[in-house]
């Protein structure tokens, strides 16, 4: 397994589209996720896919974020398609492999994985 890397953050204006990416060589078959953690504030679940290709999203992105996995033999790339962004989606976002099928309060806790972390800013 080679460590995950997340890329693709940046800057948007809300209601502007950005799209992460996680190299995710070697977990092509662990549950794989993306949180995510504002300045002052907890790490929280965004969305998560199962092994099948099931996905549970938090409340405040359903409808806006989609998370997919393209497999490649053993190579794995996840992605976080965003939407209609708000300034409250503004934070840091972590790929993360090998946890539970969650994205409830402290299921970062359960993850064995973790990506360097990206940056998304959104403004007004």
């Known amino acids: 397994q080679e460590p995950l890397e997340g890329s693709g953050g940046g800057s948007v204006q809300a209601g502007g589209s950005l799209r992460l990416s996680c190299a995710a060589s070697?977990?092509?078959?662990?549950?794989m996720a993306w949180f995510r953690q504002a300045p002052g504030k907890e790490r929280e679940g965004v969305a998560v896919?199962?092994?099948?290709?099931?996905?549970?999203?938090a409340d405040s992105v359903k409808g806006r974020f989609t998370i997919s996995k393209d497999k490649d033999n053993a190579k794995a790339t996840l992605y976080l398609q965003m939407n209609n962004m708000k300034p409250e989606d503004t934070a840091m976002y972590y790929c993360?492999?090998?946890?539970?099928?969650?994205?409830?309060?402290?299921?970062?806790?359960?993850?064995?994985?973790w990506g360097q972390g990206t940056q998304v800013t959104v403004s007004t």
């Open positions: 993360a492999a090998g946890g539970p099928f969650e994205v409830v309060r402290g299921s970062d806790k359960f993850f064995q994985h």
């Open positions: 070697g977990f092509s078959s662990a549950v």
């Open positions: 896919i199962d092994t099948d290709g099931s996905t549970r999203y």
